[in-house]
């Protein structure tokens, strides 16, 4: 697959970049890879530190409310029952770790189908390396006019740490940048373009 490389006025440059079929047009895109790749991104930000207070952490008299039998009714012990206002929770919510494992061959092939997706939906572009040498979010908010792609979520990909750029992201809505090595799933899927640098390309044409 072919893409044209674009400059950031959002002139083609006539410069022509290969994407791998192997990463950008695989025969048999997987939706449930991908289904389970995005699920285990999202289970390991959950911080999981929900706590509900059972009956026996529960501040209150443990005195008995009345007699065993003949009050008319049912059977009750402390204050603290779960029955009662106020009283514990059954089963309540503890502290836990929602992660789970997943094979990196089954990772790799989700990523490889999310790309593989953007690729056939056109929403893959190649842009010229873009550098700056202070944080500059105009300037950065004006190549994503000049590119057609001003007010859609944009994900930047750049071959490598690019400080300024990354702060002359920070306040654009709808915009985050990742370096190609640590694309992933839910990012891919996350942005409504994937806009890739020129010297990033071979890096994501060597993703394993």
């Not at 603290?80 to 789970?100: A, E, I, Q, T």
């Not at 930047?156 to 306040?171: A, C, D, F, K, T």
């Amino acid at each position: 697959m072919e893409l044209a490389v674009y400059n950031i006025k959002g002139e083609d440059t006539g410069r022509k970049v290969t994407l791998n079929d192997e990463i950008f047009a695989i025969a048999e895109p997987n939706e449930h890879a991908v289904y389970l790749d995005v699920k285990q991104f999202l289970a390991n930000k959950r911080q999981g530190t929900h706590k509900a207070k059972e009956r026996s952490e529960i501040a209150g008299s443990t005195k008995k409310l009345g007699r065993q039998k003949g009050g008319g009714g049912a059977r009750h012990g402390d204050i603290k029952s779960p029955l009662f206002h106020g009283g514990g929770r059954v089963f309540g919510p503890r502290p836990r770790n929602y992660g789970f494992k997943l094979n990196k061959k089954v990772k790799a092939l989700a990523r490889r189908s999310a790309l593989t997706y953007k690729a056939q939906n056109n929403q893959i572009m190649v842009v010229e390396d873009i550098h700056f040498d202070a944080p500059k979010t105009k300037e950065f908010v004006n190549i994503t006019r000049n590119l057609k792609l001003e007010g859609q979520k944009v994900l930047l990909v750049l071959n490598g740490q690019e400080p300024n750029l990354y702060l002359s992201l920070r306040n654009v809505p709808n915009a985050s940048v990742v370096t190609a090595s640590d694309i992933n799933t839910y990012r891919v899927l996350d942005n409504r373009m994937i806009l890739v640098t020129e010297s990033s390309v071979d890096a994501l044409n060597n993703l394993k």
